[in-house]
Each structure stands twice: as C-alpha cells, then as structure tokens.
C-alpha cells in the first residue's frame, strides 16, 4: 500500500500512525537533513527536492533553484510520503508505477527507488542548468562592460550550496542501503539502487567543480573590478591635474594686486588664456600617452 500525503497536519499523521501501526511517523517526520536512515522495520527517508527557476538570467535573476521536501516512510508492505511544496508533485511517478507492473512486484521499496531515481533525475536536470547558467556568465565576465558583477556570483554561489546541501548528503546513505542487506530491500531493489549511487556520486562531483570554477570567476570579478576602479581613479586624477593649472593661473590673477605679470599689457589676457590651453594640453597629451585618458 502506497499512502501519499501533501503538507499534512500533526493530527492527521497521528490517525494515520495508529492505522497503520507505525508509532515513529510522527516522531521522524518535520524538517530534517537530507538522508536515509534505516532499521530492520522502517525505513525513513527525506529528501530534498528541486526545480530550476528560469529567468532573464543574470540582470533579473533572484532565485536559481526552487526546493521542496519529500519524506517516505517504508515498511513491511506499506510506505508513506509526505511532500512539503508544490514542486515534489508525485502523480505522474505513481502513474507510471502502475503502468509497469514489474516494478511494483519487488514491494514498496520499488516505490522508494522510483521516487529517489526521480529525485536524482531532477538533480540532474538543475545542474544541466547550471552548467548552462556558468557558461553564460564566463563568457560575460571577460566581456567589456560586462553586466556581470560580484552580486551575481555569490546569488550563484549561494544557490550551488544550497544544490550540494540537497545532493551530498545522501550519497553515504543511499550506498550503505544499496550494499547492506535489508529484509525490507529486495536484491533485485538495491541493484537499481546502486546504479542511482553511481549517478548521484557524478552529481556530486559535478556541483563540487561547479563551485570551484565559481570561486575562480569570482576573483576574476573582483579582479576587473579593481582594475576598473584604478583605471576611474587614473582618469580623475589626470583630470584633476589638467584642472589645477587653470585653476593656479586664474587663483594668482584674480588676487586683485597692482604689480602683477603683463597687467597693464594689451596682449596679457589672451596670453594668459593661450596659456592655460597650452599647459592644459600638453597635460592632456601627456597623460593619454601613460594610458591614464
């Protein structure tokens, strides 16, 4: 027997507990760390689930990965899910169950196989996403005036941990039920369970290399950043100097004293201006040969 619950309150769960008999229902179930835990009756499983959220990645971008939660609850011949959120939707799974006969054969940890395989499938996808999402943003960090900056990494980074949190702490779990014997596990269940193990320790890899190529275009963000605001810093400051001359000429001049430099001569404005161009623009010159303009 399959029982499928969405968000379920506490009495509801203790109703179903004394039904079915399974006194530790209501005592294992709430928010807990991804795992498998298991004993010779029951066999509690809870695990993360997720969804990539598209957006006009990375301007708009808020959120990358959307999570839920499923717990199930396996024993002799029953087992129970609890889904938290709308994203661990399990209709079409148990439609497919039913489809295949075979598979329901094994027992109800079939049903907890198809539901893990579903959920690392789903991992899978994200971080196909993922993959997608990191390219975008490599090309863009070395592009000019890339939109790019050092928000959006750590959005990115944060989301790749939040990934890893959900994946990583199944894998030790999800082998020690695949390799140790369990009357609750058939063989025929924990040989599909390994080939999960296997895709789920890739997964793992994956996102960790994720968040290494992460960290590099990071720093190579917070690098161009830097080189950017030095080169801002260059432009003032060769600007500025361009600006004191005129502002040191017309300073002494206006100072309103009698004997001044070429004060009564006719040509001494125009020569005072002709001079503040000439110094302004051999600064000019001068500077934009350093790069600084």
């Known amino acids: 027997?399959?029982?499928?619950?969405?968000?379920?309150?506490?009495s509801q769960l203790d109703d179903l507990a004394v039904e079915l008999g399974l006194s530790d229902l209501t005592r294992d179930n709430g928010a807990r760390r991804p795992g498998i835990r298991g004993r010779r009756d029951l066999i509690s499983a809870t695990l993360a689930?997720?969804?990539?959220?598209?957006?006009d990645f990375p301007d708009n971008a808020s959120e990358i990965?959307?999570?839920g939660e499923i717990t199930a609850f396996l024993a002799p011949e029953v087992i129970v899910t609890v889904r938290q959120g709308e994203?661990?939707?399990?209709?079409?799974?148990?439609?497919?169950?039913?489809?295949?006969?075979?598979?329901?054969?094994?027992?109800?940890?079939s049903v907890l196989h198809a539901i893990v395989d579903r959920s690392v499938d789903d991992y899978l996808t994200v971080t196909d996403a993922f993959e997608r999402?990191?390219?975008?943003?490599e090309s863009l960090v070395f592009a000019p005036r890339s939109p790019i900056g050092a928000e959006?990494?750590?959005?990115?980074?944060?989301?790749?941990?939040?990934?890893?949190r959900a994946v990583a702490p199944l894998v030790a779990p999800l082998r020690s039920l695949?390799?140790?014997?369990?009357?609750?596990v058939p063989p025929e269940v924990r040989?599909?369970?390994?080939?999960?193990d296997d895709h789920l320790t890739n997964l793992t890899e994956r996102i960790a290399e994720f968040d290494e190529v992460l960290t590099t275009l990071l720093n190579a963000t917070l690098a161009k950043v830097a080189l950017q605001q030095n080169g801002d810093m260059r432009k003032i400051t060769a600007w500025a100097a361009i600006i004191t001359v005129p502002t040191m000429i017309v300073g002494v001049y206006g100072m309103n004293f009698d004997h001044m430099p070429e004060l009564r001569w006719t040509y001494g404005y125009p020569a005072v201006i002709a001079g503040i161009l000439l110094c302004s623009f051999v600064l000019h010159r001068v500077f934009r040969r350093k790069h600084w303009l």
């Open 1 to 10: 027997m399959w029982v499928g619950l969405f968000e379920p309150t506490s």
């Open 49 to 55: 689930t997720v969804r990539h959220v598209t957006n």
């Open 65 to 67: 990965v959307e999570t």
């Open 87 to 109: 994203i661990s939707e399990l209709g079409v799974l148990r439609r497919e169950l039913e489809a295949t006969p075979e598979r329901l054969a094994a027992g109800p940890a």
């Open 133 to 137: 999402d990191i390219g975008r943003v």
């Open 152 to 164: 959006h990494m750590y959005l990115m980074k944060r989301e790749i941990i939040e990934l890893h």
């Open 178 to 184: 695949a390799e140790s014997h369990n009357a609750l």
């Open 191 to 196: 040989s599909r369970l390994r080939d999960v």
